[in-house]
């Protein structure tokens, strides 16, 4: 019995068919995609990479670090010691000179102002330091 009919009777029963063409399309499309992107997939470019006798000593170092701390005050530590501005200069130019040029990692409390941390940004960019990290954990001296 089709589901088109106008024939209506009282004891008609639904079409037990299930119509498989569709699923069978369906299947042959994913078929045929995997077919052709497998092998772009399983492809291997062979590159012949030079060698090399690298040594431990040709690595270059890590560069020293210097901690810098400003708590809630701005009072300056540098490396867990207390120093003025003039000795924040000094210290900075000095360090600037180093080779390679360390680190600066920016340790400062959560109520210390903004214009503060600035100008010890500046300080250290007008002295040559570029390299500044800053660390969320102030730890007093």
Do not use: C
């Amino acid at each position: 019995m089709a589901f088109g009919s106008f024939h209506h009777s009282r004891h008609a029963q639904p079409m037990a068919e299930i119509n498989t063409t569709p699923l069978v399309d369906v299947m042959l499309v994913l078929l045929v995609i995997f077919m052709i992107t497998l092998p772009l997939i399983t492809h291997r470019l062979a590159v012949d990479l030079p060698e090399t006798d690298a040594d431990a000593q040709t690595t270059p170092e890590k560069p020293a670090r210097v901690e810098l701390g400003i708590d809630a005050r701005g009072q300056l530590f540098w490396d867990g010691v207390a120093l003025s501005e003039t000795d924040l200069e000094l210290r900075l130019q000095a360090a600037a000179r180093q080779k390679p040029k360390p680190e600066l990692h920016l340790h400062a409390d959560k109520s210390t102002p903004y214009q503060r941390l600035a100008e010890v940004m500046a300080a250290a960019q007008r002295n040559g330091l570029n390299r500044i990290g800053f660390i969320t954990e102030f730890r007093t001296p």
